[in-house]
T-cell receptor, first 115, second 114 residues
Framework: SAVISQKPSRDICQRGTSLTIQCQVD?????MFWYRQQPGQSLTLIAT?????????ESGFVIDKFPISRPNLTFSTLTVSNMSPEDSSIYLC????????????FGSGTRLTVV | GQQVMQIPQYQHVQEGEDFTTYCNSS?????IQWYKQRPGGHPVFLIQ?????EVKKQKRLTFQFGEAKKNSSLHITATQTTDVGTYFCAGSDNSGGSNYKLTFGKGTLLTVNP
């Protein structure tokens, strides 16, 4: 299955600043997604990263706050903009490569703390 | 929108006991997937079920997909300490040209007392 390298693994940021999280997949994948997970909680889908076009955001998430890029089939970034303490969470990218036996592969996550 | 309910939220067992977690979707699913997340880790894919009434086994794990494709279960026989983690079900509705996005249940945290 695909392997995803996600960085940074963790960061502590000042409120009002922005952080960009990167995900690099070791093979071309059809779909990439970005999730948020509070510790001990479930995963909430932020958006689907579309290659070469604007991301598709879920209800409650907007492009100005979470701009996403996906310039090619192996790479995507998520920016958390104008951060507040409420943005403290774990952010995960995920990829789906249409090989159904492998399911969705997740990056190792970025633990973000906003102070 | 699609909702996936999962119970129980927590389960503590003695090593060797069995464990079951259940998922129920508000809508008919195209498929359901199961993931395991170890403490401090990221979700890892276990299996995907596609067919109505499907049953799949992986060693001590048995996965079922309901006839109506709205519910599923994961059963672990004779739990071991290595089974500790949170088990998530995740449903997908690929009809109507949707983009294969998953809706996750809240997960069941399994702890095993050695």
């Amino acid at each position: 299955s695909a392997v995803i390298s996600q960085k940074p693994s963790r960061d502590i940021c000042q409120r009002g600043t922005s952080l960009t999280i990167q995900c690099q997949v070791d093979s071309q994948v059809t779909m990439m997604f970005w999730y948020r997970q509070q510790p001990g909680q479930s995963l909430t889908l932020i958006a689907t990263a579309n290659q070469g076009s604007e991301a598709t955001y879920e209800s409650g998430f907007v492009i100005d706050k979470f701009p996403i890029s996906r310039p090619n089939l192996t790479f995507s970034t998520l920016t958390v903009s104008n951060m507040s303490p409420e943005d403290s969470s774990i952010y995960l990218c995920s990829a789906y490569d249409r090989v159904r036996i492998y399911g969705y592969t997740f990056g190792s996550g970025t633990r973000l703390t906003v102070v | 929108g699609q909702q996936v309910m999962q119970i129980p939220q927590y389960q503590h067992v003695q090593e060797g006991e069995d464990f079951t977690t259940y998922c129920n979707s508000s809508t008919t699913l195209s498929n359901i997937q199961w993931y395991k997340q170890r403490p401090g880790g990221h979700p890892v894919f276990l299996i995907q079920l596609v067919k109505s009434g499907e049953v799949k086994k992986q060693k001590r794990l048995t996965f079922q997909f309901g006839e109506a494709k709205k519910n599923s279960s994961l059963h672990i026989t004779a739990t071991q300490t290595t089974d500790v983690g949170t088990y998530f079900c995740a449903g997908s509705d690929n009809s109507g040209g949707s983009n294969y996005k998953l809706t996750f249940g809240k997960g069941t945290l399994l702890t095993v007392n050695p």
